[in-house]
């Protein structure tokens, strides 16, 4: 078998696909959060915590998942995220309903890391198996990620509605064991004899990458962008409801956002491949910031349609971020130096739900949105090329 798959690097395509389908929790959290808020007697403001926590969890994690990743390969890291997946949803399965404060331990830390640690791995795995064709390895690999939202946001329907809230979390145990456990094993590194030739450029240690300027600008621009979709995907139902949405349309708009989510990662890695990753990174910040505009406005149907910008733009800029980052500081270790850069989003996901959950209004929540997209786009005018020339600008 590895043998014909090293002969058919499309398959690393397809591998990671599958896998990628669910570490989209985050982008589904609104089919959960009112469920948990029932099961569990919780507040609101703590389902946005949790969701938080789980966001950035999914940040801290790409470091030790990453180095895993870059130390034993592909597999390892995989494998152990697998692991802490299924561990958080049995744990949150178990819980009494007079604990549910328990979730943050139980929920959002293990499957947050557990995601950190298959999306660094499957991200880098691809890029190293497509070095002369990184925006398409990215691509494929982003719109997965963005139809994970849609397909988890069904699956959690069907087995809530079948077996209940803790009934789903056993069954999401079961699917990330079968189809990401099986999955994980087929992962591997190519030979180094194997290796697309890769334009020459940077090969930055982490070290190295911490010290630079351009790091403190990105990862900085990581955590701008978190607020145009992460401070409403939480409330998106209850919120599509109080602008006219039955609860079913309010649940479609999660479905129709993956697929905006989804288009936003396939078509702008490939974009920037041409046009280069600031140029289409600067441009996705600036749609942020407009299109939150409108969405502070948008009722009924409108609602859907916006988000689906927002969920377009916001998983386009994040999907330019593995290729952002083997530009700027190099291949070699890829999967740790990006989980250093992912540190943005656990910053940027943590803040600014503290600060918006700190004002009762949703207008200060798109306040929020606004001003941090147009504050990322003005970084990144001002980012530079690192030693080696390697950016596509």
Known sequence: MRAFVTKHRWFFLLFGAIIQIFTGIPAAWGVFQKPILDTFSLSQSFGSVLFAL??????????????????????????????????????????????????????????????????????????????????????????????????????????????????????FAVCFALFCGSACLLLFDPPQTKQPTAPKGPNYTPRQMLSSPQYKQLVAVVALGTPAVLLFSPIIVQWGQERGLSEGAAHLSIVIGSFGSAAGRLSMPALSDRFGRRRVDIGLFLALGLVSVLFAFANGWWVVAVYTLLTFCYSGECALLPAFSTDLFGLSHAGINYGFLALGQSAGSLLFTLLANSSNGTLFRHGLAVASSFAGATLLWQLKPTAGHNQRR
């Open 54 to 171: 789980t966001v950035a969890s999914f940040g801290i994690g790409c470091i030790p998942g990453g180095f895993l990743q870059d130390a034993k390969g592909p597999k390892a890291a995989g494998l152990s995220g697998v692991f802490l997946c299924c561990g958080g949803f049995l744990a949150s399965a178990f819980i009494p309903v007079d604990a549910g404060w328990l979730l943050a331990f139980t929920f959002s830390l293990p499957i947050g890391c557990g995601c950190a640690f298959l999306y660094p791995a499957v991200m880098s795995c691809a890029q190293k198996w497509y070095a002369d064709k990184k925006g398409l390895a990215t691509g494929v690999i982003g719109a997965s990620v963005g139809l994970s939202g849609a397909a988890l946001t069904l699956l959690a329907r069907f087995l809530q509605k079948s077996f209940g809230l803790k009934g789903c979390f056993v069954g």
